[in-house]
């Protein structure tokens, strides 16, 4: 991403935090992380992301999505002896997400995927979090989602983060994270 | 504590959940533990906690401190091979915390103590958690902390929670939990 893209959109989540009345240090907005994943496209396809911990036992971190965007569709497998995989707990602070699962297919799907990435979404069990709504996924589990028209605050809770470990369905993303 | 004081703090709990902007579920609401430690001073020391998450490898809780109220000193000790004790980080998302661990005391602490109890209280370094600062305790630490003026609200993050195996310094504590 071009270093202008990068701050416009650190600009834009940070709005949306202001927005949530979720308060971040300047060092936390500076170091935010921008994952468009290689794909080039942020507004639609990534994610904005603040790690407030992520040691050998747990991880916290806040989740901003902008109105519509997608977090593509991927799993977190096991590691090694010690980590059997990434489990994880999304929590809605602020906006409303659609979260996409293994089960049966929503009929009618809430979030809005445009035709050239909808191959690589292969669950559509639907599960909506609005703001204090949460739900917690097993390691492991495909999943995929997209925030509504006013975007989402999310707090992830989950054991140790090791997302170079992340698979995604999409084989063109790379994830290049922490 | 009498079924009333209970239901009082869970509503003072509630109001600062939502000066604080924190949406929590009707159910979470009802379930708060209103932690009074068995000192039944509920008002000046214990805690209002609601569990967002607790399983074999991580944690997350919403705080809640009334004004000036104190989570009385105590530590995590290791509870068994799987679990080294508890590691924890405070993050203030409302109010202000003057929190307290080992090291060089404050010379004029923020924490006002009523005297009974100060000589529970042997740890004096001060850390002052204001919205959006955070700080991670090691395993075992003794700890503890005041909410100031506003009262507060702390996201804590850390791994599995077994608050039974808690120590406090204060020895009439019975640490009431799950």
């Known amino acids: 991403m071009k270093p202008k893209d990068i701050e416009q959109a650190k600009a834009r989540a940070s709005a949306l935090l202001r927005k949530a009345r979720i308060a971040v240090t300047p060092e936390e907005r500076e170091t ?3 994952a468009d994943l290689g794909l080039g496209d942020i507004k639609n396809l990534g994610l904005e992301v603040i790690v407030y ?11 901003i999505l902008f109105p519509r965007q997608t ?3 991927h799993r ?7 980590n059997p995989g990434k489990k994880e707990t999304f929590r809605c602070r602020y906006g409303e ?23 690589f979404m292969t ?4 599960i909506i979090l609005r703001p204090g709504d949460q739900y917690t996924l097993p390691p492991n589990a495909l999943h995929w989602f997209q925030a509504g028209d006013k975007g989402a605050v999310v707090s992830e809770f989950s054991s140790t ?7 995604f369905t999409d084989p063109r993303i790379r994830r290049v994270g922490k």
């Open 32 to 34: 935010m992380e921008v």
């Open 53 to 63: 911990e992520n040691n050998d036992r747990y991880c916290a971190k806040e989740l």
């Open 71 to 73: 977090c593509p569709e």
């Open 76 to 82: 977190h497998p096991r590691v090694d002896d010690r």
């Open 97 to 119: 997400i659609f979260l996409y699962v293994a089960g049966e297919p929503a009929p009618r799907p809430k979030a809005r995927v445009p035709k050239k990435h909808r191959e």
């Open 123 to 126: 669950v559509w069990h639907e």
């Open 161 to 167: 983060s090791t997302d170079e470990n992340d698979v």
